[in-house]
């Protein structure tokens, strides 16, 4: 081709034609500049198909990581209602609205597990990185990103609580209520644990734990922590469950 246009323009300069030449001249160089245009045109097409679809790989990825999420979330709510349930049933024994029972042992331990949810970030930080986050919707983009943050505010509170129980709660019991782990207390694994012992239990005295004032503002506030949680772990579930659903559009 280039062969071709060489001996056109050979032809018309051996003839004097420079007004043709001209013409011709300009012709070629718009057909060169097209030719361009249509190759960075292709190029660009097939760099945006490229990050398209690492973006859709990142998003799978994401997918992947918010059902794990969902399934650690669920399992928190579900531990922490349990705390929400003893602590309610406590405070009830605390108020004497109901008699107190060998149930305070245990509930007393229960209140002690800290709660963390552990967030794999692999496919949102994958995405950030390519700088693929341009490349889904607009309102996906926003879903992920608050999700994300919200998670954050999660930890966050997670946090607060643990340091409760790590600095507050969990010594105040130990230090003042040792004796509950024992045989009658009714948690699986204390009754497990000290099934067999025989030794003669001494200094019992459930009374003296509901008695205890500052251990019911305590247990006030394991409540107050554990309802907060709930909500923060409802709406977690909620969110990875809608954004899924938006992925899988």
Known sequence: ?????????????????????LIYAIGEIILVV???????????????????????????????????????AEKLLSE??????YANDFLEQFKTLKPVDNNVQMY???????????????GI???VNSNGMSFIDKGLQTKILNYYRYIEQLKSRELNANTEIKTMYEPYIKDN??????KTNPWHRQAEFYKDDPRILENIDLKSIIDDKKLEVMIMNRRYQSNL????????????????????K
């Open 229 to 248: 949680i709930s909500d923060f772990y409802t709406n977690t579930i909620k969110e990875a469950t809608e954004i899924i659903a938006e992925i899988e």
């Open 177 to 182: 209520y040792y004796w509950i782990y024992n």
């Open 80 to 85: 922490t209602q349990t705390t929400i349930d």
């Open 125 to 127: 930080n994958a995405l």
């Open 108 to 122: 007393l331990i229960y209140m002690m597990f800290e709660r963390n949810i552990e967030i794999n970030e692999s």
């Open 34 to 72: 097209i030719g361009i245009l249509i190759a960075l045109g292709i190029n660009n097409w097939n760099e945006k198909k490229s990050n398209i679809n690492r973006a859709k790989e990142h998003l799978e990825t994401i997918k992947l990581n918010l059902q794990d999420d969902i399934i650690q």
């Open 1 to 21: 081709m280039i062969k071709f246009f060489r001996k056109i323009r050979q032809k018309m300069l051996t003839e004097n034609k420079f007004s043709k030449y």
